[in-house]
């Protein structure tokens, strides 16, 4: 048992397998790397996404009320102020009833309103 060989033979075999251990720590630690750079850099691109969504659903309601204004109708003296309007899909009306009478405005035609005193 105490042959210099043996010795030699066992402290080889545990060099080697030390070395396997300490490289299979280096490639566990470094995957773990790779890992948290993958999660950190996938965190990033979906918050700058959320970012640029949330700041372009704010610009969108200012662009649609642009590109379709708010009219006004005034009912007054059972006249309607314009008698006439032609709006676009979209657009808002506002109805300002000045009168004492309630007064309606009813589709008769599938895209045509007209006015009911």
Known sequence: MNNPTTHLA?????????????????????MRRIILLMTVGAV???GTLL????????????????KHPT??????NFHFKPAHITI???????WINKDM????ATANKKDRLTQDD
């Open 88 to 94: 676009k899909r979209g657009t808002k009306v506002r």
């Open 71 to 76: 009219r006004t109708v005034l009912i007054q």
């Open 10 to 30: 066992a402290y080889y075999l545990f060099a080697q397998v030390s070395a396997l251990g300490r490289e299979k720590e280096k490639e566990v630690t470094l």
């Open 51 to 66: 970012a640029v969504s949330v700041a372009g659903a704010h610009k969108h309601p200012t662009a649609m009320a642009q």
């Open 44 to 46: 990033v691109v979906v």
């Open 101 to 104: 009478h309630p007064h309606t």
